[in-house]
């Protein structure tokens, strides 16, 4: 883990860095300090080789971290050095004056200094005793500063593409900006879904939708299809079915003479007619009327 937080240096700090950085006047324009502790597993103020060789370590890696927030810095025209934090001197400015680890000017940015009687030992609220640091003093809008202190974080370590670094930065600052200056609004963005994503979203569940009603309907059709063919033949077998009943009428008003009971046959006839057309117009009735006596 590590935490890194920037100062503001008016006048009053910038005398508490006076010969630090031979060349350059901290008060007369507008610098920042920025410092970025590493957090570490052993205590700094227990001595142990395992302590100092974790040291050790953590000394690389905040000299890689602040060699490429330099270089960023520099590549855009702004001056900005750093503390070699193993030896306290600036990292590019040749200097008499150091800034060790324990150094009581820490005290001015926010760290707290122990004494221990065998030695002094570095601390702040975070990471107590358990930390390795240095600073960066650099002159730059504080805009940029807080864009490109990803760098420092470790979100740019491993990046080898100076022009995707740029662009990165770049978008970080217009977000700054935008924002007031509240870095957090850079993650909230970041988590935000952009709108041609929603409107390629909503199209393939439109598409989803039209798709699944086409095979819904394509279904209902072919269900329908076979009922609507039963309808016409039961159309024309009742069509079939009249005709044959309207023969036997005919040749039962020929042969009234003959019948003994014409009234109760026609009778018969008219309650089959009736029984053939509520059935549904089926040849069966229709044969059943016609062979009534």
């Given at each position: 883990?590590c935490?890194v937080?920037?100062?503001?240096?008016?006048?009053?700090?910038?005398?508490?860095?006076?010969?630090?950085?031979?060349?350059?006047?901290?008060?007369?324009?507008?610098?920042?300090?920025?410092?970025?502790?590493?957090?570490?597993?052993?205590?700094?103020?227990a001595?142990s080789p395992?302590?100092?060789?974790?040291?050790?370590?953590?000394y690389?890696?905040?000299?890689?971290?602040?060699?490429?927030f330099?270089s960023?810095?520099?590549?855009?025209?702004?001056?900005?050095?750093?503390?070699?934090?193993?030896?306290?001197?600036?990292?590019?400015?040749?200097?008499?004056?150091?800034?060790?680890?324990?150094?009581?000017?820490?005290?001015?940015?926010?760290?707290?200094?122990?004494?221990?009687?065998?030695c002094?030992?570095?601390?702040?609220?975070?990471?107590?005793?358990?930390?390795?640091?240095?600073?960066?003093?650099i002159?730059?809008?504080?805009?940029?500063?807080?864009?490109?202190?990803?760098?420092?974080?470790?979100?740019?370590?491993?990046?080898?593409?100076?022009?995707?670094?740029?662009?990165?930065?770049?978008?970080?600052?217009?977000?700054t900006?935008?924002?007031?200056?509240?870095t957090?609004?850079?993650?909230?963005?970041?988590?935000?879904?952009?709108?041609?994503?929603?409107?390629?979203?909503?199209?393939e569940?439109?598409?989803?939708?039209?798709?699944?009603?086409?095979?819904?309907?394509?279904?209902a059709?072919?269900?329908?299809?076979?009922?609507?063919?039963?309808?016409g033949?039961?159309?024309?077998?009742?069509?079939a079915?009249?005709?044959?009943?309207?023969?036997?009428?005919?040749?039962?008003?020929?042969?009234?003479?003959?019948?003994?009971?014409?009234?109760?046959?026609a009778?018969?006839?008219?309650?089959?007619?009736?029984?053939?057309?509520?059935?549904?117009?089926t040849?069966?009735?229709?044969?059943?009327?016609?062979?009534?006596?």
């Amino acid at each position: 883990m590590c935490e890194v937080q920037t100062h503001a240096v008016p006048k009053r700090l910038a005398r508490q860095f006076e010969g630090l950085f031979p060349r350059r006047n901290l008060g007369d324009d507008a610098h920042m300090i920025v410092t970025i502790a590493l957090q570490t597993k052993h205590r700094q103020s227990a001595m142990s080789p395992e302590m100092l060789e974790e040291r050790a370590q953590l000394y690389g890696e905040l000299v890689g971290r602040m060699q490429r927030f330099q270089s960023h810095f520099e590549s855009a025209g702004h001056w900005c050095d750093f503390v070699d934090p193993a030896t306290g001197a600036p990292f590019y400015t040749d200097s008499a004056t150091t800034l060790v680890e324990c150094d009581e000017r820490y005290r001015k940015l926010g760290f707290e200094i122990l004494e221990l009687g065998c030695c002094r030992s570095l601390c702040n609220k975070t990471f107590g005793q358990c930390l390795v640091m240095t600073s960066a003093f650099i002159q730059a809008p504080e805009a940029e500063i807080n864009a490109a202190l990803y760098l420092l974080e470790g979100d740019g370590a491993a990046s080898a593409d100076g022009g995707a670094v740029a662009d990165e930065i770049a978008k970080r600052i217009a977000a700054t900006e935008v924002s007031g200056g509240a870095t957090t609004a850079l993650a909230e963005a970041a988590a935000v879904p952009t709108a041609p994503a929603a409107m390629e979203e909503g199209r393939e569940s439109s598409a989803g939708g039209e798709a699944e009603a086409a095979a819904v309907a394509e279904e209902a059709g072919a269900k329908a299809e076979p009922l609507a063919g039963k309808t016409g033949e039961g159309e024309v077998e009742l069509a079939a079915a009249k005709a044959e009943i309207n023969a036997a009428l005919t040749l039962l008003e020929g042969d009234v003479v003959a019948s003994a009971d014409g009234g109760a046959a026609a009778d018969e006839i008219a309650k089959s007619i009736a029984a053939a057309e509520g059935s549904g117009g089926t040849a069966t009735a229709a044969a059943e009327a016609a062979a009534v006596p």
